[in-house]
């Protein structure tokens, strides 16, 4: 396993491609077979976004989640999303001091670097929304005073299919609030035997150790900025978000939030590749991650059956067959 890398040198491409490895290697020891799911993982992360993981019980979106908040050097917090959580378990609370004579604050579990929000969607829509800010803005409001949150800050949350017993549907801003939704999807045959010798009597958890520190993980933050994306990329997100507000089979399309992370993303997909630009092939790939969660089939259309249907999905890869792809330079 190797060391914790707290370097305070400079991020150059051999380091940032030494930090990213490093995540993608320890979290992929636990999760069999899925290195698309890591990846993306790895992406909201450093896009400065948050993911939710969305997929029927037992295929290990918890233990991505859980993997991801080990493999670095920072706080995490797990809250376990139920019926009666209220939004101050979240959030924090004010309790009055008697020897002080006054409230004081005391930080609820959103107060981490790394959320883990288990099952968010067998809580209320209040409590979900307790969530709001916090995602927006890195920071929450109690009793008209703002306190900020420790940064990196993500949210991985996870939620079983609106189909199961006992679970809320998200609202749409909610929704909105997560860069990215992603299924995790039964293993194949060869992984899941694998997973049956393996995990026996080890937990793999428990093997992994920090391989960044959360202060690398800023460094690293801040390298992915400074990937170039060029006028012409950027009008192609947008004419992207745009066909979705007016596409038929769509009654609500991609927000400007979207629009922004999904380009965010596609700098995170570059410097993985090892680009110091993006291509549009970085955002056709991310654009059913990004957007699909946030858009809403019309009425009546083939895409109806559910916001998370192979349906609205069709819809954009339709979309993304239309418009018009520009040629991409690196300057």
């Not at 006992?166 to 039964?186: C, H, K, N, V």
Request: no cysteine.
């Amino acid at each position: 396993m190797p060391g914790t890398l707290k370097g305070t040198e400079p991020i150059t491409d051999a380091l940032f491609a030494q930090a990213t490895t490093a995540i993608l290697d320890v979290v992929g020891r636990v999760i069999d077979g899925k290195p698309e799911a890591v990846r993306f993982a790895l992406t909201a992360l450093l896009a400065e976004g948050h993911l939710l993981i969305e997929d029927v019980p037992g295929v290990g979106k918890t233990m991505l989640a859980r993997a991801l908040a080990a493999s670095v050097d920072a706080t995490v917090r797990r809250i376990q999303f139920t019926p009666d959580l209220l939004p101050g378990d979240v959030t924090g609370v004010s309790v009055y001091n008697p020897v002080e004579h006054e409230f004081e604050f005391k930080p609820g579990a959103v107060f981490a670097n790394i959320v883990i929000a288990d099952e968010i969607n067998r809580s209320s829509p209040k409590t979900q929304s307790a969530l709001l800010e916090a995602m927006e803005e890195g920071q929450v409001t109690v009793d008209g005073r703002s306190h900020l949150l420790a940064e990196p800050f993500l949210v991985v949350a996870t939620q079983n299919p609106l189909e199961m017993e006992g679970t809320y549907a998200l609202p749409e801003a909610q929704r909105d609030r997560f860069m990215m939704r992603i299924s995790m999807g039964y293993p194949d045959a060869a992984a899941e035997a694998l997973m049956l010798r393996q995990r026996d009597t080890i937990n793999p958890l428990d093997e992994i150790r920090p391989v960044v520190t959360s202060a690398r993980v800023l460094d690293l933050i801040a390298w992915v900025r400074a990937v170039h994306v060029s006028p012409a990329i950027e009008e192609y997100a947008v004419a992207l978000a745009q066909a979705t507000r007016i596409h038929p089979d769509l009654r609500l399309g991609a927000s400007p939030r979207a629009t922004l992370q999904l380009v965010r993303a596609a700098k995170v997909r570059a410097a993985l590749d090892g680009r110091g630009f993006v291509i549009p092939d970085d955002i056709t790939a991310l654009l059913i991650p990004v957007f699909a969660h946030r858009l809403i089939a019309a009425r009546g259309t083939g895409a109806s059956r559910s916001r998370s249907s192979d349906g609205i999905a069709e819809t954009l890869e339709q979309i993304a067959a239309s418009v018009r792809v520009p040629i991409a330079s690196r300057r």
